[in-house]
């Protein structure tokens, strides 16, 4: 079951869920009230609640974080934001920090500040997988942070340069359909025309 992810689709907004044997962790809860559609994506993967042991937000913004009232008290888990944004999400169970190049379940953090300050990707190097949160977007093609929710918009170009030279296979956006086919040459693209 190596390398198996799962998008939840909440209509404009996706959660992922990476299953590595019998454990699961999930990449951003979507808005408040999200925890059905995540459960149901849960039990698709053949897993439940008690299988989830990590929790990482990408971003503070509550499209992301949101399910967090209804996910956090069904699982335990240790659940992570970007140290950067992590004073500004409410949590009732207490968050642990992330920064560049911490490892959790072999996933790698990768800070990719721009949409947020403290906005970070989840990057997979065993199998190329991206779970990019905002920093990269595919609602009209491949785009970077969304310039209207965007906090710097030469650091959002800088992340898409950053995450451009990593071996990536799939990029699973925050907003749009997952890219599983022609990713790497596509971001190299979109970097190019970052200024």
């Known amino acids: ?11 404009y907004v996706s959660a992922y869920l990476l299953v590595r044997g019998g454990e699961v962790a999930i990449v ?10 995540i459960e149901a994506g849960l039990k698709a993967a053949g897993a ?6 990590h929790v990482i937000l990408t971003h503070l913004h509550d499209d992301h974080i949101g399910g967090l ?8 888990a240790a ?10 999400i409410i949590s009732e169970k207490p968050l642990k920090p992330l920064v560049e190049g911490d490892e959790v379940f072999g996933l790698r953090i990768v800070e990719t500040p721009g949409h947020t300050l403290g906005h970070i990707s989840v990057f997979e190097p065993t199998t190329g997988i991206l779970v990019a949160g905002d920093a990269l977007r595919t609602t009209g ?12 918009e030469s650091k959002a170009a800088a992340s898409v340069r950053k995450l451009a030279g990593l071996d990536i296979k799939a990029i699973l956006p925050g907003h749009g ?8 040459k596509a ?8 200024p």
Do not use: F, H
């Open 177 to 184: 359909e997952p890219l599983t086919a022609g990713a790497a």
């Open 48 to 53: 439940g609640w008690s299988a989830v042991k």
């Open 79 to 88: 659940i992570y934001a970007g140290s950067g944004d992590l004073s500004s």
């Open 69 to 76: 009232t209804d996910v956090a008290p069904k699982v335990n």
């Open 187 to 194: 971001l190299k693209d979109l970097a190019a025309t970052m």
């Open 141 to 152: 093609g491949l785009q970077g942070s969304d310039p209207q929710y965007t906090t710097d």
């Open 28 to 37: 951003d809860l979507g808005t408040p009230g999200s925890g059905n559609a």
């Open 1 to 11: 079951m190596a390398g198996d992810w799962r998008r939840v689709n909440m209509s």
